[in-house]
């Protein structure tokens, strides 16, 4: 794979951000960020020249590259600081986790596809991004690793993840949309203390379901 960033994309990029900030997305750090991580690479060929279109793509495993949009939403909701330790669940083709590299965070990111896991553990470092990459469910998080400032799920849980509500730290955010296979409510959880847990509901999105367990 040719590893190519030009003025081009970089004119992609800023339409790109152009269009979400007319959507809402008000967190400068987070409009920067998707305008600097070249997400054309992180596209199967066939799709590169929808990369900066506003939709998710096919990235193999019947898996998606979420939405730009989306991925804008729930990063903003997140409200990630430098040096904060982020759990995200769902790795895919790693393109969220290379915004979150950007907003300086340290990244632990787990996937249940081998296939994706494998391909992203390999292609992020290459582009500079450098994450912790785990192969495992992310039903259960990562225990030996929490607990975690900030957890990001970016597939669809049939309901709170009580185990990632236990790897968060007080203080911490927890965003995931809970729903069914085809529609979730994007959730946000604020652990202000181990005994006081808020619960707050965020919009109506679509993502691929969180399932158990991992495939080899
Ligand atoms: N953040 C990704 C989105 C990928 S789609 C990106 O930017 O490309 C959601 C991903 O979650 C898929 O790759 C899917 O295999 C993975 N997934 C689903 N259930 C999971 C689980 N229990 N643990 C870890 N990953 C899971």
Do not use: W
Not at 139 to 154: C, H, M, N, Q, S
């Amino acid at each position: 794979m040719e590893i190519r960033d030009d003025f081009r994309h970089k004119g992609l990029r800023n339409k790109l951000v152009q269009h979400l900030r007319g959507k809402g997305i008000t967190d400068e750090a987070v409009l920067k960020a998707i305008g600097t991580v070249p997400r054309h690479l992180f596209m199967e060929s066939s799709f590169i020249r929808f990369s900066y279109a506003d939709k998710a793509f096919p990235i193999g495993a019947g898996q998606t590259i979420s939405q730009p949009y989306t991925v804008a939403f729930q990063t903003q909701l997140l409200e990630v600081e430098r040096f904060q330790k982020v759990l995200e669940v769902g790795t895919g083709s790693g393109y969220q986790t290379a915004v979150l590299l950007e907003l300086g965070a340290i990244v632990y990111t787990i996937e249940r596809q081998r296939e994706l896991f494998l391909k992203t553990q390999s292609f992020l470092p290459l582009l500079g991004y450098k994450a912790y990459f785990f192969f495992g469910d992310g039903y259960e998080g990562l225990p030996a690793y929490a607990p975690f400032d900030r957890i990001l799920v970016t597939a669809a849980a049939d309901k709170i993840p009580q185990n990632l509500v236990l790897q968060l730290k007080p203080g911490g955010r927890m965003v995931v949309p809970v729903g069914n296979d085809k529609l979730q409510t994007m959730t946000l959880i604020e652990k202000i203390t181990d005994e006081d847990i808020r619960i707050t509901e965020h919009g109506t999105f679509s993502f691929v379901p969180m399932l158990p367990g991992r495939v080899s």
